[in-house]
């Protein structure tokens, strides 16, 4: 396996030594030139096969070159972790618009800057793995981090389609969401909650997500040993079309819609459309029944 991962500190660095104690040559990557090298020499002096590239991830013509290099040296890139990031904290009723753009640009254009560099690459050779990082605070909202969790949840908008995408051509996309003790969360946790969210404890989560059978689309959430998945599903719903006040209707009715018995999972936004489709014409055919 060959892949690059960008460094996010202490998390990076386990997930490098992680994939490459599985056999990946590793290209790290990380703004700081001296981290990416530490992380790149502790491979090598493990037994493994590493080089550092110093690059930001929202410089398009820097990863490219990056990438390029890559596979001038190995001749593929079979894997890719996107896994940079900064916070920039605050309520939103504080929050300076300038921190928002460059947490947008760093967590989501920085992957798509990365994906971008690799994805025609994996297309031409067939095979491709790809995971981006996202967040609880992406999934279920955390108080100051708008503009983190909007990064985050655009990420899993990313991987959806992505992995529609990807998979003919054998590339898997997916999501994972950690929770682990890294510079970004200094200051955030008591040192006893700390102590239970080391990243190496994680990173076996990156390496199956990018494993030869690994799944595709899949949400992984992964935190102090404990591994679960997160799903975005579609409630069966109603049928309010009828109504002389759907507005009024979806008030009064709202648990019913929010109902998760059969619940679904959409292959696509397009089942969706389908399936309300449906609803309507079988509805119009009963009518004319």
């Known amino acids: 396996m060959d892949g690059f991962l960008r460094l996010r500190r202490i998390a990076g ?10 056999g990946a040559r590793v290209v790290v990557n990380d703004m700081n030139a001296d981290q990416a090298d530490a992380v790149a020499e502790e491979i090598k ?5 590493a080089i550092a590239f110093a690059a930001s991830v929202t410089d398009l013509a820097a990863v490219t070159a990056m990438v390029e290099a890559v ?4 001749s593929k890139v079979d894997i ?5 990031g900064i916070l920039r904290d605050k309520s939103f009723a504080k929050m300076n618009l300038d921190d928002f753009r460059l947490v947008l640009d760093v967590h989501l254009m920085g992957s798509v800057n990365c ?16 995971v981006f990082t996202t967040s609880s605070s992406g999934l279920y909202g955390n108080f100051g981090q708008a503009n983190y969790g909007a990064a985050k949840m655009a990420l899993v908008g990313l991987m959806q389609t992505l992995s529609i995408e990807g998979e003919r051509s054998n590339i898997k996309v997916n999501c994972l969401a950690p929770s682990a ?17 080391g990243a190496e404890i994680v990173s076996p989560a990156v390496v199956a997500l990018v494993a030869e059978n690994a799944p595709n689309r899949r949400i992984l959430l992964a935190g102090g040993g404990s591994f679960e998945q997160a799903n975005i599903t579609m409630t069966q719903g109603l049928f309010l079309a009828e109504s002389d006040d ?6 009064v009715r709202l648990d019913e819609i929010a109902d998760r018995t059969d ?7 397009v089942e969706q459309h389908q399936f309300e489709s449906a609803r309507q014409v079988a509805k119009s055919t009963a009518f004319a029944d």
């Open 80 to 84: 890719l972790v996107n896994n940079a």
């Open 45 to 49: 002096a493990s037994g493994g096969e």
């Open 71 to 74: 596979i001038a040296r190995w």
């Open 13 to 22: 660095r386990t997930h490098a030594l992680a994939l490459a104690k599985h």
């Open 181 to 197: 003790a890294t510079q970004m969360t200094n200051g955030l946790y008591s040192q006893e909650v700390l102590s239970t969210l």
């Open 263 to 269: 619940e679904m999972i959409p292959l696509s936004g």
């Open 246 to 251: 759907v507005a009024n209707d979806i008030l």
């Open 115 to 130: 994906t971008k560099a690799v994805w025609n690459h994996m297309r031409d050779h067939g095979y491709g793995r790809i």
